[in-house]
Each structure stands twice: as structure tokens, then as C-alpha cells.
């Protein structure tokens, strides 16, 4: 279970990182199962995606005790598991903008989201280590406590700040954004409503990451997607 201090993080960042949660052997693991599913090709993120949510490891973590333990901290006793993606972030790639977790996977309004409590929980566990260089994720703390109208306004006048080769937030509106750095099998929790992105890649080698969304059992998320993304599986 999360700390005192954990939650006091979560409660005024809308992030806590870094946490323990697999070895480095296990952690290169599982980076061996994300390379072979690379290999013969270079397949679209859809197709990656569907090949990994068919290996019975990378399905397992979503059920991982301790992993579980700190989504029960901020969700309570009872979790339903959404999906797993699987993102990786190749040499020298583009930025990823501005966004939070309603921006590319909206729920349905709940009294939950109404009352500015989390619905829903984003973990990201690092497959290799993630830090400025590779472009890990960083995040705009404090940002989860605002109103949906003003993450859009703000998200939009930092999308009109963006470089396309760094990221940038106005400070004079919000704290200043920190990197989530994480070794290989450490993760991290994002609220889903916090502001977060990632700068360009600058090295010469894949950034691979998890990211696994869970959610409270009054939440009926919303499929992004005619024939439905979403399994909501009780898991705890």
C-alpha cells in the first residue's frame, strides 16, 4: 500500500513515482517478449498492442499484488483492469503533446469525475530505464486538481508554446513540469486527470513502457472505438 507520504504526493502532484514493483531481471524479462514481438516487422502500435495483451506475462503484471495494492490505496478495495498498451518510444521520435488520460481514453461522467475524485488510474511500469534523454514522461503536478475548462485552456496555449522537439508549460499558470525517471521495473501512477507528455527521444535506442489502466466498479467506461476497447475485468 501507498505511504502517508505517497498519498499526500498523490493528493497534491496527481502523480507518484517512482515505485518498486519488478527486479531488473524480470524488468529485461519482459523486455525480451516486447523485442521478439518487434522483430519481424515494425508493426503499427494497434498490432503491437493486440500481440501483447496475448502474452500471458505481460497479463500477469496487470494482477500483480503490489501493483494492486497501490491502485487499492487511491481506487479502494474493489478494481476493475481496463487494458494494457504497450508504448515504445523510438530514437529521435516526435514529442507526444500535452494531454491527460480523458484525452485519448474518456469515461463516462460518474459522480466520481463530478465530485474531482479519480475514476480511474493510470500505471506505467518502465520496461527499460526512462529518463530525460529518452524522452520519459513528464508531468504538470497539480494540474488534476483544475476544472475540465481550464486543463483545456491550458493544454492549448502550451500546444501553441511546443517547439515540436521539447515541451513547454506556461509557469506563470501552474507548477513547473518534472520527469517521471524510472529504472527498468519501477513504475508510476497518474491520476487521469493530470497534464502530462513527453519530450522527443534523443538517443539511439527504443524507450518501451507499460501502461495499464484501471478503474473504480461505478465507473462504465465508454468504448473510444465502435466494436469496444474496453474489458473491465474485476481484478480485486
Given at each position: 500500500?501507498?505511504?502517508d507520504a505517497?498519498l499526500s504526493?498523490?493528493k497534491?502532484?496527481?502523480?507518484?513515482c517512482?515505485l518498486?514493483l519488478l527486479s531488473?531481471?524480470?524488468?529485461?524479462?519482459l523486455?525480451k517478449q516486447?523485442d521478439?514481438?518487434?522483430?519481424?516487422?515494425s508493426?503499427?502500435?494497434?498490432?503491437?498492442?493486440s500481440?501483447v495483451?496475448?502474452?500471458?506475462s505481460?497479463?500477469y503484471?496487470?494482477r500483480?499484488k503490489?501493483?494492486?495494492?497501490y491502485?487499492?490505496?487511491l481506487?479502494?478495495?474493489e478494481?476493475?483492469?481496463?487494458w494494457?498498451d504497450?508504448?515504445?518510444?523510438?530514437p529521435?521520435?516526435?514529442?507526444?503533446?500535452w494531454?491527460?488520460g480523458?484525452?485519448?481514453?474518456?469515461?463516462?461522467?460518474?459522480?466520481?469525475a463530478?465530485?474531482?475524485?479519480d475514476?480511474?488510474?493510470t500505471?506505467?511500469?518502465?520496461?527499460?530505464?526512462?529518463?530525460k534523454d529518452?524522452g520519459c514522461?513528464?508531468v504538470v503536478?497539480?494540474?488534476?486538481?483544475?476544472t475540465?475548462?481550464?486543463?483545456?485552456?491550458?493544454?492549448g496555449c502550451?500546444t501553441?508554446?511546443t517547439?515540436?522537439?521539447r515541451?513547454?508549460?506556461p509557469q506563470?499558470?501552474?507548477r513547473?513540469?518534472i520527469?517521471?525517471?524510472?529504472?527498468a521495473?519501477?513504475?508510476?501512477?497518474?491520476s487521469e486527470?493530470v497534464?502530462?507528455?513527453?519530450d522527443?527521444?534523443?538517443?539511439?535506442?527504443?524507450r518501451?513502457?507499460?501502461s495499464i489502466?484501471?478503474?473504480?466498479?461505478?465507473?462504465?467506461?465508454?468504448p473510444?472505438?465502435?466494436t469496444g476497447r474496453?474489458?473491465?475485468?474485476r481484478?480485486?
Open positions: 500500500m501507498l505511504t505517497q504526493a498523490w497534491t502532484d496527481g502523480t507518484v517512482p518498486e531488473r531481471n524480470e524488468a529485461t524479462e523486455r516486447f521478439y514481438a518487434i522483430a519481424s516487422q508493426p503499427s502500435p494497434a498490432i503491437l498492442n500481440r495483451a496475448d502474452c500471458l505481460f497479463a503484471i496487470a500483480n503490489l501493483l494492486l495494492d491502485v487499492e490505496s481506487l479502494g478495495g478494481i476493475n483492469y481496463l494494457t504497450v508504448f515504445y518510444k523510438q529521435h521520435d516526435s514529442i507526444i503533446s494531454h491527460t480523458r484525452t485519448f481514453f474518456p469515461t463516462v461522467k460518474t459522480d466520481l463530478k465530485a474531482g475524485q475514476a480511474c488510474v500505471v506505467v511500469v518502465a520496461l527499460d530505464d526512462a529518463y529518452n514522461v513528464i503536478p497539480g494540474t488534476h486538481l483544475s475540465d475548462d481550464e486543463v483545456r485552456e491550458w493544454i502550451a501553441q508554446r517547439d515540436h522537439k515541451l513547454v508549460f506563470s499558470i501552474c513547473a513540469p520527469p517521471l525517471i524510472l529504472r521495473g519501477q513504475m508510476a501512477l497518474l486527470r497534464i502530462h507528455g513527453s522527443i527521444n534523443s538517443t539511439n535506442s527504443v518501451p513502457s507499460i489502466r484501471y478503474c473504480s466498479p461505478v465507473v462504465s467506461p465508454s473510444r472505438q465502435p474496453y474489458e473491465c475485468i481484478v480485486r
